[in-house]
């Protein structure tokens, strides 16, 4: 049981960063950009890169979070606002163009080969029968300390009223003082670099691959529009849903249905969890378990 958990929960902090980023623009800019899950898949082969070249780990982390956050920034402002303009469902498109034109430069540069960090090996860790490794420890505390700041930020600073005002009526915040575009420009930046850290998060705990993004993007989308899609912090609840489901489909034996002692399902079959899910809530409760717009501040 505490292993399933453990399993779960790991799961949750792997997509729990890059749906609250994806949440948090969606907030402000009112589209899904499909790209912003990319941005990990480039935060974690940027930190692989730095280090190959000789960085350390740390340094090599910073720098690929600092440059993926300035990267999300400049595709914001020469294509999504750009699209804005025109329509939503524009930048939609434009969003998904460019997350193919990302793959597409991912497979040029690094071609299929899975690549890792690395990492010192350290002994694993036995809680309450749990086998852990130290760095699934690590990255677990990093996704909790990056949540966390990002929630005082949003709820206790003055910055984060702004955000929030802007999400809820951006022409009002306007005429009240509010530089509109600097906020969400800041916000842009703060998702480009917590869906980094959630690549590289992964990186520290496996090999990542150029089909990372894609095997992300549909539980990740599932978190964000669970908890609400606008609503930031609600993604977390969705990411821990989507978690429990998918460790469901590969943890339970269905041996006895089968006729045999013991049968898992694959962990390909994982992302079925997340499609019936969404596929449900898009169905019944589309704005999610919380709703989605902000409506005090």
Known sequence: MFQFFSDALLRAADL???????????????????????YAVVGAFLAISLQSAGLGLVAAAALSTLAV???AVLFNLAIFERLLKVESSIALIGSLALSMILSAVFLLVYGPTAYRLQLPVLAP?????????TWQLWTLGLSVVVLALFALLLL?????????????NAPLAAATGIETRRVTNIVVFLSGMMAAIGGITLALRG???????????????????????????????GAIVIALAETVITNTNLGPLMGEAVWFLPASY????????????????????FVSEVTRV
Do not use: C
């Open 16 to 38: 729990a960063l890059i749906a609250v980023a994806l949440s948090a623009v969606y907030s402000l800019i009112r589209f899904p950009n499909v790209a912003l899950v990319q």
């Open 69 to 71: 956050g300035a990267l």
């Open 125 to 133: 860790i036995r809680l309450m029968g749990v086998r852990l490794t």
């Open 156 to 168: 206790r600073t003055r910055l984060g009223a702004e955000m929030r005002a802007v999400a809820t």
């Open 207 to 237: 090999s990542v691959s150029i089909d990372m993004g894609t095997n992300l993007l549909l539980p990740v989308f599932a978190a964000a529009i669970l908890g609400g899609l606008g609503n930031a912090l609600s993604a977390i609840v």
């Open 270 to 289: 994982a992302p079925v969890a997340s499609f019936a899910i969404l596929v449900l809530f898009l169905l019944f409760r589309p704005r999610g378990l």
